[in-house]
């Protein structure tokens, strides 16, 4: 999704000719999408040993128009951002296989990355948030990744 | 049964699962992710969720089942469960992995073995309720309607 684009409300989808909603039946327009226009072209890591974590929080960013690229391990993304590529937001579990979140977090901080990194997780004792931020995440959330979270930062790092 | 009145009930059906626990917002926000470009992304990720969530469930099983109970592994599926179940919006089946984490956590094989039986019924459940709710929206679609949009406003 280009940012200049009008993009039209779009419904469920359907086969037939749209029958006749009942009273009280709401349609809800596809606009939460639309009315977070970015100006610019923003890049993601997604970092998540969960497939369907990673469908859901993928589908969420590239609703947003964000250029999304997932790994399901720690020490691929580690590898990747070594390698050069850079990325305007990572977003990055905790529990991962083969390098978990709290280190690959840490190597990556450490090859000097100051991009804005949410670590993403369903762990959510105090210690746990505590230990990922030290690590070097900027926010520290419990999953899911929900639209006001996300939007708000995706503003920020698009200079809105 | 004409149409309005299976959009009718698709939507007393859907807010029933709202109402009862067994769904939260997050569902909602996955039918927002759904388009024309996408038109089966709910029902592509929630079978997705449910393969998931029987894998997840069988190794918890064969896990708590050993005669030395790895606590960190069990943990490691419960957090998975966690996590995915949150993501879809399967309220339960959250509440149920907090509780079991917290049991993980005090290395109580007894009351974890309990809430891996309750963890499995409120999945079985929502399964039910999910697969009942999308049969309701085929019959919509093959009778020529569209699937009403849900609001979180009741």
């Given at each position: 999704?280009?940012?200049?684009?009008?993009?039209?409300?779009?419904?469920?989808?359907?086969?037939?000719?749209?029958?006749?909603?009942?009273?009280?039946?709401?349609?809800q327009?596809?606009?939460?999408?639309?009315?977070?226009?970015?100006?610019?072209r923003?890049?993601?890591?997604?970092?998540?040993?969960?497939?369907?974590?990673?469908?859901?929080?993928?589908g969420?960013?590239?609703?947003?128009?964000?250029?999304?690229?997932?790994?399901?391990n720690?020490?691929?993304?580690?590898?990747?951002?070594?390698?050069?590529?850079?990325?305007?937001?990572?977003?990055?579990?905790?529990?991962?296989?083969?390098?978990?979140?709290?280190?690959?977090?840490?190597?990556?901080?450490a090859?000097?990355?100051?991009c804005?990194?949410l670590?993403?997780?369903?762990?959510?004792?105090?210690?746990?948030?505590e230990?990922?931020?030290?690590?070097?995440?900027?926010?520290?959330?419990?999953?899911?990744?929900?639209?006001?979270?996300?939007?708000?930062?995706?503003?920020?790092?698009?200079?809105? | 049964?004409?149409?309005?009145?299976?959009?009718?009930?698709?939507?007393?059906?859907?807010?029933?699962?709202?109402?009862?626990?067994f769904?939260d917002?997050?569902?909602?926000?996955?039918?927002?992710?759904?388009?024309?470009s996408?038109?089966?992304?709910?029902?592509?990720?929630?079978?997705?969720?449910?393969?998931?969530?029987?894998?997840?469930?069988?190794?918890?099983?064969?896990?708590?089942?050993?005669?030395?109970?790895?606590?960190?592994?069990?943990?490691?599926?419960?957090?998975q469960?966690?996590?995915s179940?949150?993501?879809?919006?399967?309220?339960r089946?959250?509440?149920?992995?907090?509780?079991?984490?917290?049991?993980?956590?005090?290395?109580?094989?007894?009351?974890?073995?309990?809430?891996?039986?309750?963890?499995?019924?409120?999945?079985?459940?929502?399964?039910?309720?999910?697969?009942?709710l999308?049969?309701?929206?085929?019959?919509?679609?093959a009778?020529?309607g569209?699937?009403?949009?849900?609001?979180?406003?009741?």
């Amino acid at each position: 999704m280009a940012p200049s684009e009008n993009l039209a409300p779009a419904g469920r989808a359907n086969t037939g000719n749209g029958g006749g909603a009942p009273n009280g039946v709401e349609k809800q327009q596809r606009c939460q999408f639309n009315e977070v226009v970015l100006r610019n072209r923003l890049t993601a890591l997604l970092v998540d040993g969960n497939r369907f974590c990673r469908t859901i929080e993928q589908g969420l960013l590239r609703a947003y128009g964000v250029e999304t690229l997932a790994v399901d391990n720690g020490r691929a993304a580690v590898e990747l951002i070594a390698s050069g590529v850079k990325f305007n937001l990572i977003v990055i579990d905790m529990l991962l296989p083969i390098l978990n979140g709290l280190e690959a977090t840490r190597q990556i901080r450490a090859m000097g990355v100051r991009c804005k990194m949410l670590g993403v997780t369903a762990c959510s004792y105090e210690r746990e948030r505590e230990a990922f931020l030290a690590a070097g995440v900027d926010v520290f959330i419990e999953k899911p990744l929900s639209p006001e979270i996300l939007v708000p930062i995706l503003r920020e790092l698009d200079g809105q | 049964m004409e149409v309005g009145q299976m959009q009718g009930r698709l939507v007393d059906y859907t807010k029933s699962l709202f109402m009862e626990g067994f769904l939260d917002g997050q569902f909602l926000q996955l039918q927002q992710l759904q388009d024309e470009s996408n038109p089966d992304f709910v029902v592509e990720v929630v079978s997705l969720f449910f393969d998931d969530s029987e894998k997840l469930l069988n190794d918890l099983t064969m896990a708590l089942d050993q005669p030395n109970v790895d606590f960190k592994k069990v943990d490691a599926h419960v957090h998975q469960l966690k996590g995915s179940s949150s993501s879809i919006g399967a309220q339960r089946v959250k509440n149920g992995c907090i509780a079991f984490r917290n049991f993980c956590e005090e290395q109580n094989i007894e009351a974890c073995l309990r809430c891996l039986q309750q963890v499995k019924q409120e999945y079985y459940l929502v399964k039910n309720k999910l697969e009942a709710l999308f049969r309701l929206e085929q019959q919509i679609v093959a009778a020529g309607g569209s699937i009403p949009m849900m609001e979180m406003g009741f």
